[in-house]
């Protein structure tokens, strides 16, 4: 019995193993956004992240600097009329040359990283669905997040169409001098800036509202699924770091668009005085700061209330086949049989109940904790270099 309870500790295999693969789970029903590269791969074609970054900047950053070579304008060379040329707009070239290509790269890719996480953890027997909660799940969520995806379109489109309203607003005014408009009207380079500025923001909704749901998706299977967390497993996460991983990914696109938001004040302040972006700037920060953990956590959360109640049962099941054996043990001092047996038993049970008080409660590690810090810390620490660089110049004046 005690040989059971350490392979019940060490690796409990499941009852009944799922035939489904996990990489079956629909995700992109009612997709605008993935149903191209999803045809390509079915028919063996899938793009490489690559080739997903040229699409990107070929839809966006190359219309925009053919645009601004036809412009009349210079490209480096700022005027009284004119105080930001496109070449020297920090903020438009990153946007358009990282961030969109990123936000496109991992909202295309995010189900490839959802099927390869969850059938990692269901190839080491961490997770378990049995059939029938499968097909049931896969039906529900397969419309759940056509809901969630036609309505992260829909909200992209308008989202996408006040961004575009609001920034022709503050740059088409001839008293802002950007490089989109003469003399308050809108050159041609205008347009297609405004376009790429719909396209980025119709986006970020789909973005954020797939991850959203990938949390609650996430829930779910963790109420449906049997959780066999892997005290010894070399991620030293149980078995679940491909799911803190997910997080960490989340978090890089956030802050992608949180150093735009840094060159956008850095852009603003230097070139662009008179441009009235302070709202946009104080919402971005404020919406950077919160959603920062929010989207690496987001995904971790359910599993981490899985870990927390496995842990918790192994511990129980240890503790009371140990109370079995000392009130055995107890009866047998009055005799004093107690043999080395005994003692082996008693030692080998502590050392099980040692394994199991070390299982994570979260699935990531230190390594990926570090990372996710790190990638959070970079833009809030750029932002606040910026007033320190400034109080230093005036001194050193």
Known sequence: MTEGILELAIHRPPAAVSSASASAWETTAGSIVHRPFRYLERVGSAFTAFQLYIIAVGMTFIPLLLGALLSPLSLTTPSPTHRLPFLCDWNVLFMFLVSFPCLVILTVTDY????????????????????????????????????????????????????????????????????????????????????????????????????????????????????????????????????????????????????????????????????????????????????????????????????????????????????????????????????KKDEELIERLRKIGAVIDELPVWPFDAGTLRKFLTAYVIPVASGAAIPVAKMLFHLAD
């Open 112 to 339: 490839r990283y959802l099927g390869a996480a969850l059938k990692s953890i269901e190839s080491d027997g961490t997770i378990v669905i049995a059939q029938s909660d499968y097909n049931r799940l896969n039906k529900r969520w397969r419309g759940l997040f056509k809901i969630v995806n036609i309505t992260g379109q829909v909200l992209g489109i308008i989202v996408g169409g006040l961004m575009a309203y609001f920034n022709f607003v503050v740059y088409s005014k001839p008293s802002v001098g950007f490089w989109i408009a003469d003399d308050g009207h809108l050159l041609p380079v205008g347009f297609v800036f405004l376009y790429c500025i719909f396209l980025f923001f119709a986006v970020v909704p789909v973005y954020i509202g797939r991850n959203i749901a990938m949390s609650l998706f996430f829930k779910d299977i963790v109420a449906h699924a049997e959780l066999h967390m892997l005290p010894l497993h070399p991620d030293k996460c149980g078995g679940l770091r491909p799911v803190g991983r997910l997080g960490l990914r989340n978090q890089y696109a956030l802050t992608m668009l949180g150093l735009n938001i840094v060159l956008l004040v850095v852009i603003s302040r230097i070139y662009l005085p008179m441009a009235d972006v302070t709202g946009l700037i104080v919402a971005a920060i404020v919406a950077y700061l919160v959603l920062g953990p929010v989207v690496f956590m987001g995904p971790l959360l359910p599993f981490r209330s899985g870990m927390l109640r496995n842990k918790s049962q192994l511990m129980s099941e240890v503790a009371q086949r140990l109370r079995v054996e000392l009130d055995r043990l107890r009866e047998q001092l009055r005799s004093g049989s107690i043999s």
